[in-house]
């Protein structure tokens, strides 16, 4: 009978030990974005989806100060405008502090921020998201990549970002195409 139970016993800590390994983290995007270019090359600022991290679980972000983790564009395409980070769906939260910038690699979104609970099931949002493509025919992947203290997450590919093939040609008036006015 206690061969049975230490068997019993094994399992169970292999079940706790699996369930701990797939908690995870979500990432969510608006899907695979064209930018498009009025007259000439680079486009204007181009607003894409917000991304969204979720958790599966309220433990799959771990506790702790200075977490980060960077949002690169492919070659030839880089962030523009005023991003934001804050939470959704959840009134209180275990997230603080949260940042979001331009690096000095205008290619590069940098998040920071810090997690004080693992009571809620929290969303971080990245909104107010702009583009601008340097030249036509570029494209490539969009890509997350976890910075200090965030092993939540490893390197992925959100979605696929490409400039439009040539520059579309208006003589007079303002065009509107897929969210962006010329």
């Known amino acids: 009978?206690?061969?049975?139970?230490?068997?019993?016993?094994f399992f169970f800590v292999l079940f706790l030990i699996g369930?701990?390994?797939?908690?995870?983290?979500?990432?969510?995007?608006g899907g695979d974005v064209i930018v498009a270019a009025c007259n000439a090359f680079p486009s204007a600022a181009y607003s894409i989806a917000n991304?969204?991290?979720?958790?599966?679980?309220?433990?799959?972000?771990?506790?702790?100060?200075?977490?980060?983790?960077?949002?690169?564009?492919p070659n030839g395409f880089y962030f523009t405008g005023s991003p934001a980070a804050n939470t959704k769906l959840n009134s209180s939260t275990d997230?603080?502090?949260?940042?979001?910038?331009?690096?000095?690699?205008?290619?590069?979104?940098?998040?920071l921020f810090n997690v004080t609970n693992s009571v809620t099931t929290d969303i971080l949002v990245l909104s107010g998201l702009q583009v601008v493509a340097s030249t036509a025919t570029i494209s490539g992947t969009v890509s997350y990549t976890a910075g200090a203290n965030?092993?939540?997450?490893?390197?992925?590919?959100?979605?696929?970002?490409?400039?439009?093939?040539?520059?579309?040609?208006?003589?007079?008036g303002t065009a509107v195409a897929d969210g962006a006015t010329f």
């Open 1 to 9: 009978m206690k061969k049975y139970f230490g068997y019993l016993w």
């Open 19 to 29: 369930q701990k390994s797939m908690a995870q983290v979500v990432v969510n995007s």
């Open 51 to 73: 991304i969204e991290l979720s958790e599966t679980n309220a433990t799959n972000f771990s506790i702790g100060n200075g977490k980060s983790f960077e949002i690169r564009l």
């Open 95 to 111: 997230l603080n502090n949260i940042g979001v910038t331009i690096g000095t690699n205008t290619s590069v979104l940098q998040v």
């Open 150 to 172: 965030m092993p939540e997450l490893n390197t992925t590919s959100l979605f696929s970002l490409s400039a439009a093939t040539a520059a579309e040609t208006i003589n007079g």
